[in-house]
């Protein structure tokens, strides 16, 4: 009797579990947002009162195509740079939109490795205040390749958190690592 108890619980684990496993590989819509810290700038710009970090954020979704490819669209904000001098200062800042094709490596049933591909349009703003001079700000379009590296990791078929890494060449650098969360539905 307790031989038979056990048998059917171990069994309805293992159909749970491989349920959950397949929720992973089945196609279908996601929405996530994530929260990272940002560098925006290039080597030429660094020195005392140089502050090129900051925190940014994305909103993104996708659709899952199997568990290996799938295709993803983002808003994402890299934050400000800013350099001050006297009573000089600018800060430059980094928004735009990207989609991006996204290859996965599943390592077992809860984590995977990925990486992401696609072209980004954004917006470079920046503002500037010049002692004796005045103040102004300036804004230029442009478009570039995007791409990230991350991991993720999946409770049961429906949530993922991920850890991600994203550059964007922005005649110098932006990049991102993030943390993000999303659902799967």
């Known amino acids: ?40 700038g290039d080597d030429n710009f660094s020195g005392p009162g140089v502050d090129d970090s900051d925190t940014g954020f994305k909103v993104f979704g996708g659709y899952t195509f199997n568990e290996n490819w799938a295709v993803e669209v983002s808003y994402f904000d890299f934050g400000e740079a800013s350099a001050s001098a006297g ?66 990791l999946s409770f049961g078929g429906n949530f993922e958190a991920r850890l991600e890494y994203e550059a964007l060449n922005v005649d110098g650098d932006a990049n991102m690592i993030s943390v993000s969360g999303l659902f799967r539905f």
């Open 87 to 152: 009573g000089d200062s600018v800060s430059v800042g980094v928004t735009g939109l990207s989609a991006s094709a996204v290859g996965r490596l599943p390592l077992n049933d809860m984590f995977a490795l990925y990486g992401k591909l696609g072209f980004a349009s954004y917006d470079v703003d920046a503002k500037f205040n010049v002692a004796g001079f005045g103040s102004g700000s300036a804004s230029d379009s442009d478009s570039d390749m995007i791409y990230g590296v991350g991991g993720a």
């Open 1 to 40: 009797m307790h031989k038979r108890l056990g048998m059917t619980v171990f069994a309805a684990l293992a159909l749970a579990a491989s349920m959950a496993a397949q929720a992973d590989t089945q196609p279908g819509f996601y929405a996530g947002a994530g929260l990272g810290t940002t560098k925006v």
